[in-house]
């Protein structure tokens, strides 16, 4: 029940990526006929992302994580508008992928990085983000489609207008939304990542739009076309794009299930589990995440007894973090930190499972709570 | 009331804080010294889902709570 970092691998991956490993292990950018052979594949795979998510083949890059391809969209959209501005805005709830970057950025001399809050749902505050990428010397503005750690979906298409407006570009970190709510509009930059979606692990995907100014901020031959150094992973690539198109023909109706098994919980949480608190917007949210905060429980002593009883879910407690800090999504909302769980669902995940988790979840908080004298 | 919680990691603060709470009288406060970066975070949280009054933080990890029920 952890889908939001890795969903299990849809088959469709499992069988491209079998049968890539045969013909894609060549570079492509060699002239022989295997070479050839493996530059064929990969054009194949771009059309078809590229097709999935309704952007032109050479709109469309991949990359080593979805990591990568976030750094290569705001380093390289920074760059890219250097001329024009040194400021990146940023929402409160990015990936901390967004974050660290905006931390460094702010750190070096001339630049500069301004977050733009949230309400206590987890959702984008407009009128300060209409302030902010209006503001003089703003270079990018970048905003997560949806919060990965709470699911609320964010005002994309009316962020996007602001900065439209402003002439600033927008990137949109849609890792948690693709194949499971519609991809937003407005954008110029937009990136996910294989893994959450049902695809192999290690691959990023990037859109830059046509017209778009980016320039890359690692050393390579051609600094305006969006391509990761190195040698691509041309099978999980495949994989890749071939689960993309499997899950987005999947993504209706799995939304429609995951919602009620969603709704499920979030009733069955609250109903069951005395001084519990279900954070982020219970309406505008993604289909199949759901995240909740139990008063006097130990995050990572929960997280644990779960695991035990099979069930893998994560947690923003400052107690599960190498950082030994809250979630920064949840401080931003001012929301419960400690005894944090957050449940995602994917294609493999039952009703049955859901109802296991429901009926084991009070025990285990309750047995935590008594350890600790409530 | 002063309850130091100093090197204590969450959610203990907040236990000795709802442990504590009875013992106030109501309108009266408490004031938690915590040092765990949670606690900011999770003593305002643990007032408005326990109706009580959040006062704010005179000092570096420093909370006070007023009893309002």
Redesign the interface.
């Known amino acids: 029940m952890d889908a939001a970092t890795a969903a299990p691998m849809h088959p469709v991956a499992r069988e491209a990526l079998l049968a890539a490993l045969d013909d894609g292990w060549a570079d492509p950018d060699r002239l022989y006929a295997s070479g050839r052979r493996a530059r064929r594949l990969f054009e194949a795979a771009q059309s078809s992302a590229a097709e999935s998510l309704g952007v032109r083949p050479d709109e469309l890059s991949f990359w080593p994580s979805g990591t990568a391809a976030v750094h290569a969209a705001v380093l390289g959209g920074l760059a890219g508008r250097e001329r024009a501005g040194r400021t990146l805005v940023h929402s409160a709830i990015e990936h901390s992928a967004v974050l660290h970057i905006a931390v460094r950025h702010a750190a070096t001399r001339h630049d500069n990085a301004v977050e733009v809050g949230v309400d206590r749902l987890g959702r984008l505050d407009l009128d300060a983000w209409r302030a902010a990428v209006t503001a003089d010397g703003t270079a990018l503005a970048s905003l997560i489609s949806a919060s990965h750690e709470v699911g609320t979906v964010q005002p994309v298409d009316a962020a996007a207008e602001a900065a439209r407006e402003a002439g600033v570009p927008l990137y949109v970190d849609a890792a948690q939304s693709v194949a499971h709510a519609p991809i937003p509009t407005g954008w110029s930059l937009l990136s996910a990542s294989a893994h959450k979606w049902g695809g192999p692990p290690g691959v990023g995907v990037l859109v830059v739009r046509k017209g778009t100014r980016w320039r890359s901020p690692y050393p390579v031959d051609d600094l305006y076309r969006p391509q990761a150094p190195g040698a691509l992973g041309l099978p999980a690539v495949v994989a890749a794009a071939a689960s993309l198109r499997a899950a987005l023909d999947e993504a209706a109706s799995e939304a429609v299930r995951l919602s009620a098994l969603v709704d499920r919980i979030r009733a069955g949480v609250t109903g069951t589990v005395p ?1 519990v ?1 279900v954070v982020g917007d219970p309406v505008q949210r993604l289909p199949h995440l759901v995240t909740f ?1 139990c ?4 995050g990572e002593a929960l997280l644990h007894a779960l695991d035990g009883h099979g069930f893998a879910v994560s947690s923003g ?3 599960t973090a190498s950082t ?3 979630s920064h999504v ?2 931003a909302m ?6 944090n769980v957050r449940v995602s669902l994917h294609r493999d995940t039952t009703e049955a499972e859901v109802d296991r988790f429901l009926a084991v979840l009070p025990g285990l908080v309750a047995d935590i709570r008594k350890e ?3 | 009331m002063v309850l130091d919680c100093l090197g204590q ?4 603060p ?2 000795a804080l ?2 504590s709470i009875a013992d106030v009288p109501v309108g009266g406060t408490v004031t938690v010294l915590a040092d ?3 606690a900011a ?2 003593i ?3 007032c408005r ?1 326990k109706s009580q009054d959040y006062l704010g933080s005179p000092a570096p990890n420093s909370y006070t709570v007023r009893r309002a029920t």
């Open positions: 001084d608190e905060s008063l006097y429980v130990d407690s400052s107690c030994l800090r809250p949840l401080e001012g929301v419960l930190s400690h005894g600790a004298g409530m | 990691r969450c959610p203990l907040v236990i709802a442990r765990d970066p949670a975070n999770d305002p949280a643990w889902m």
